[in-house]
Structure formats: C-alpha cells, structure tokens
C-alpha cells in the first residue's frame, strides 16, 4: 500500500497507467467466503482480475462465523478504532493473488446468517455495518496502508465513503485516498431509524438532507453515491434507469445529482468456474466443437429431477432468489398457457413464501412436466445451465444479472425482460437472425408479452439449425472479467482525478 509521505501517480487524461494502482475493495460479500447472491460472484472475481493485470488489491469483508469456520486465518491484529471508543479483531488470507482482511466486532458478526435469520433482518444491522466500515478503515490507519482507490460495493460499505470525507478534514494523510462506490441493485439501501444514526461516529450536520437523512430515515446508500469520487452500477442501462421515478427506489434525485460521475459497467463472470468444458458438477462435459456433450446433460437433469424424457418442447430452466423482483409470479400465473405450448419447467431457489408455495403447487399439478427444487445448491444450479435449453428471466427490474451471462456459457439461451443489464447483455433481434442472437427478450410485464414470447421461442425450437447457430452465438460470447475489469481500471484512473460535484 502506499504509504504516508508518498506522492500518487500522475495518470494523465488518457489510457491506463502501466504502474501499479493499489486498490482496496470493501465488501460484505466475497466467493468463496461469503456468498448470498452476484454480489459475491463480482467480487469473487474482479478483484483476481485486476491481480492478473499487476495491480495490487485487499478485500474488506466481516468475519462471519462461518468464514472463520471454514478457513484458517490464524491470530488476529488488534486494532483501535479512529472514531470511537471500539476496538477490533483483524484476520489476514491470501486467496488467488488477493489479500483478505476480516473484520471481527465483537460478537455482531458471530452468528448465523449475513444479514438476517429466518426471522427476518437482525435489528442490529445498522451497528454491524456502521462498526465493519469504522473497522475498515481503522485498520487501514494503524497498518499506515493508503491505497489509491477504496471500492465500496453497496450499502454494506457506503459509509466508508462519508467517514473518509470527515477523516481527511484532519488527516492529510487520507487525502490523496479517492472512493469509488457500486450500486449493485438500488432497492437494497440499508435505511434505519434515525436513532441509529448514532452509530455512523458522523458529526450531526451529516443527518440532514445534504447528507444521510432520507425522508427521516438514516440511509446508508445515500451516504456512498453523495460522498464517493465517482459511482458505478452494473450496467450501461441500469445507470440510466437508476435516475427514473419508475426504477430510482426514491433516490433517483440523488443519483441525477452524480451524473456526471456516474458509470455503468455490465458485470463478468469468471469463466474457469463457468466452464462445461471442464465443469466438475456436470455429467459430461461440452463445447462448441464437442456440443454432444449438452444432450447427455439434458437427460441426466431430466432424469434427475423426474422430467419426461420425451417430451418434445424446450427445458426451460429458472435459477433464482424467489422475489418480487424476478418476476417469478409471471410464471406461477401462467403455468397452465406454458404447459399447453409444450415447455418443461425446471426451477431451483428459495425465497418467499407464496412464490415457493406456488412452484410447489404447480410442480404436484404437472408432474414430469415442472420440477421445483427449493434450495440454494451450487452444483445443481451448474447442471441446469448445462442441461437447460432455455434461461427463463422475467425480471420486473435486473441491475446486471449474472445468471443469463452463465446460461449463454452452457448454451441455455436466456428469455429476458428487456431491462437494465439483461437488455444489455442478451441480444435478439425482431426477426431471429443467426448471425447475431444470443437469446429472447419481452418488454411489457404482462401475460400477453411473456407467453407471445414463449410462443416464439417454442417456434424458433422446432428450427434446429437456427437454434443451434443461436446457441453458438451465445457459446461464442466472451463475458469473462478479464475483459471487464479494465473498464474498472479506467474508472479508477478517474476517480483518482478531480470529479466534478
């Protein structure tokens, strides 16, 4: 890291430096530590990415109870914290060219779950998160570790934006540090009581309308997108949505506020992991030049999952958080219409309550026709992209996804509403044409849109020659983060100049 007396690199207006930029990700989750969803796959794999181009990176995360359990971090650093009377327990890893740091605050990470149980949110996720980027940053200060760039994803980590701001006004030696922060789906901001504001360590004023306060609640997100150097978000078009009534969750004034500073960047997958050539979890393995491979996956997962193995119509497959926000009542509401055109339904996830009970309800109705498994299984979701024909992703909102950019990878042409980074990432064309389509988009969330879709995907099925050119087409694409995490380096390089406000 770079350390106190030392002058940052000139970086110009132009390309990427070819010096080493020192970048330090605070997160609250991490594959393979800690994963509850994409937010884990990016920053699982963009920070080995920017490793592999010589840059020097340390992820933050909180040391969970499970982390701990399941890796060996050995004795701990104790450190002080810089705004309070609080200190921490501080575990080092290394893990694929990346420092790990894991913050321990006394027992509020030591339990089960992240951020809730099945109770709900645990009531003291405002001190948990406020403490975990208070100790962030104070071990940062005793380490006497000043990287170029602190990369804050969601609200888990948007204080650490605002507490640097008032850390520097008496540090100079934060002041060359610059914050870049990434919204990662903006319905998600962390928003407390006011009385909780206490536990930010920020002076006063920072709970008005220029600073946390939202519409009297405390906001951490709020905090992250007024206060960092420069936002980024998850895809070209989400940066755009994120500034309407209609996908702004109430922040859309805040976000128009940092235009100028604001960047989608459509996020990667890391494609050793994602890989049927050399994919573990499934049966036989696959490619372009070997595609015989995804027929034998097709029948183990139908096989496994007490499908038909006759059925003449697409697999289509659903691997999802089961939540208002992926669309999956649209599904539920038109399952009779899906069976009449011929599809099969397999679906893996958990979530709420309805949405499983409708799956069930309409696996029992439909035996050998839909399966549903509700349960958050790895392996398994690797086999349904590996034997699905069809990626079904009706989402109401979608930031980036990652799930159609794993199906493309084994084949499965992903459906998608045409919103945020799935209309980014999965092209199809008016008339299907076979040079260029990666899959099947919807727009209106409606009945009537969705199943004319359907319609014609069961239409272009029957078509084996264009299916397959379709399928190559999605195979072929490369969404790998060695080709995404330059863009970060870019984005980095201007934070690390002067943003306009």
Known sequence: MRRQGEEPINLGTG???DKPIEITMVASEMFPFAKSGGLGDVVGALPAALARMGHRVCVYLPAYRAVLNEHDPGSPAQVADVFA??????????????SIRLVAADD??????FYGDARGAFPDNAERFARFARGALSHMEQEGAYPFIIHCHDWQSALVPPLLKYRCADDAKWRGVSTVFTVHNLAYQGRFHPDDF???RLPDEMMGVDGLEF??????MKGGILFSDAVSTVSERYAQEMQTEEQG?????????????LFGIMNGIDDAVWNPETDPHIPAPFSLARPEGKAKCKSALKAELGLDSDAEGPLCVVVSRLAHQKGIDLIIDNMDELMDLGVSLAVLGTGEEALE???????AAHPGRVAFVSAYDEALSHRMYAGGDVLLMPSRYEPSGLNQLYAMRYGALPYVRRVGGLADSVFSSPAPDPNVDTGFHFDA???ADFLAGMERIRRVFLDRGLWRMMMCNAMEKDSGWDGVAPRYVDLYERAMRPQPR
């Not at 519409?215 to 951490?220: A, E, K, P, S, V």
């Open 108 to 113: 509020l990470f030591d339990r089960e779950g």
């Open 198 to 200: 206490t536990h930010t």
């Open 357 to 363: 009970e409708g799956l069930a309800e309409a696996a």
């Open 15 to 17: 390309g990427m430096t």
């Open 249 to 261: 969750e109430g922040l859309e004034g805040v976000v128009a506020l940092r235009s100028s500073s």
């Open 445 to 447: 969330f409606a009945p």
């Open 85 to 98: 009377e609080a200190r921490y327990q501080v575990f080092s890893l290394e893990h694929g060219g990346v």
């Open 215 to 220: 519409y009297g609640d405390l906001n951490f």
